[in-house]
Antibody
Framework: QVQLQEAGPGLVKPSETLSLTCTVS??????????WTWIRQHPGEGLEWLGY???????FYNPSLQSRITMSVDTSKNQFSLRLTSVTAADAAVYYC????????????WGQGIQVTVSS | QSVLTQPPSVSAAPGEKVTISCSGS????????VSWYQQLPGTAPKLLIY???KRTSGIPDRFSGSKSGTSATLGITGLQAGDEADYHC???????????FGTGTKVTVL
């Protein structure tokens, strides 16, 4: 049973870069059918898909965030990462990592989530 | 960016039935399967229904999903206190080239 765990700073200053990692346990990040996904949830709101990355490094980003987002994979650490530049208060949210298994179009499992606050 | 519309809340007494609608368009629900996620208070979302009408392993048959045209529906029968949660629908949107989620629905057991 694959499990995911997000990690990173819970507080980021405006205009700085948000960096999060998701550690994969119980499975390999090099699994060919998996797309490693980031999703966020603003306080009291619905979910927003940020994008996903294949173990080879191929990425698919939400066009609304394309200019600010970068995802990467570290196979040696069995981790994948999210970087979001030039953050504002609008980026404050709970960030989740999850798995999409190709060719399916859903996300399972999910990490427990990490709260990120944007404040000086 | 919630292009899928859900009612903000639904409620019913224990043992009764609720349905949650998820309304979209031809660029999303109209041409793609829908998944549903249950988010219990203070926890991460969990996959409930995939491919519009298939239950994830371990999910009781009190939960059902359906899709017709550009709308999808989640049904919960025999409502229990443990079903109190937020429910989210999701699918791929070909026009936006993004996976999109619904606005979320809070289920309250009276």
């Amino acid at each position: 049973q694959v499990q995911l765990q997000e990690a990173g700073p819970g507080l980021v200053k405006p205009s700085e870069t948000l960096s999060l990692t998701c550690t994969v346990s119980g499975g390999s990040i090099s699994t060919s059918s998996h797309y490693w996904t980031w999703i966020r949830q603003h306080p009291g709101e619905g979910l927003e898909w940020l994008g996903y990355i294949y173990y080879s490094g191929t990425t698919f980003y939400n066009p609304s965030l394309q200019s600010r987002i970068t995802m990467s994979v570290d196979t040696s650490k069995n981790q994948f990462s999210l970087r979001l530049t030039s953050v504002t208060a609008a980026d404050a949210a709970v960030y989740y990592c999850a798995i999409r298994t190709s060719p399916d179009n859903w996300f399972d499992p999910w990490g427990q989530g990490i709260q990120v606050t944007v404040s000086s | 960016q919630s292009v899928l519309t859900q009612p903000p809340s639904v409620s019913a007494a224990p043992g009764e039935k609720v349905t949650i609608s998820c309304s979209g368009s031809s660029s999303n629900i109209g041409n793609n399967h829908v998944s549903w996620y249950q988010q219990l208070p203070g926890t991460a979302p969990k996959l409930l229904i995939y491919d519009s009408n298939k239950r994830t392993s371990g999910i009781p048959d009190r939960f059902s999903g359906s899709k017709s045209g550009t709308s999808a529906t989640l049904g919960i029968t025999g409502l229990q206190a443990g079903d109190e949660a937020d429910y989210h629908c999701g699918t791929w949107d070909a026009s936006l080239r993004a996976y999109v989620f619904g606005t979320g629905t809070k289920v309250t057991v009276l």
